[in-house]
Nanobody, 128 residues
């Protein structure tokens, strides 16, 4: 089992940057695919970014992004620290949402229902 805790959210002006962190527990953290999702008020939860596990021999270290954030956001992980990051640059008002970190035991997926473990979420607000 994995417990996840996000941090790093806040209020930022358009064009600004934030870095979200997600600290995980457990000795098998590196074996999980990790993803970031977000949910804006009145909208469904959507995939933002994902990174494969150390056990994914074909795609180890591969990253995936939603088209809306490609080129602006970067996902990374430090398995020694059991932490995954989301660097968000050139933020836009439409990036405003609660951001969730999630872990999936299998290979990479864009689908939220493939992720078994979720953090509590961190609010990101982009506004002038």
């Amino acid at each position: 089992q994995v417990q996840l805790v996000e941090s790093g959210g806040g209020l930022v002006q358009p064009g600004g940057s934030l870095r979200l962190s997600c600290a995980g527990s457990g000795r098998t953290f590196s074996r999980y695919t990790m993803g970031w999702f977000r949910q804006a008020p009145g909208k469904e939860r959507e995939f933002v970014a994902g990174i494969t596990s150390s056990g994914d021999y074909l795609r180890r270290g591969s990253t995936y992004y939603a088209d809306s954030v490609k080129g602006r956001f970067t996902i990374s992980r430090d398995n020694a620290k059991n932490t995954v990051y989301l660097q968000m640059n050139s933020l836009k008002p439409e990036d405003t949402a609660v951001y969730y970190c999630a872990a999936a035991p299998g290979t990479f997926s864009y689908r939220d229902y493939d992720y078994n473990y979720w953090g509590q979420g961190t609010q990101v607000t982009v506004s002038s």
